[in-house]
């Protein structure tokens, strides 16, 4: 049971790393127009 908590808080933490850089890129993007 513990390993699967594991896994779903290593695959939420990778969502909210990618869900991160996804805004900052369209961010910089908007910053240079």
Known sequence: MLFYLDLLILM???LL???CVLVGVAFLTLLER
């Open 17 to 19: 790393l990618v869900v």
């Open 12 to 14: 939420v933490s990778m």
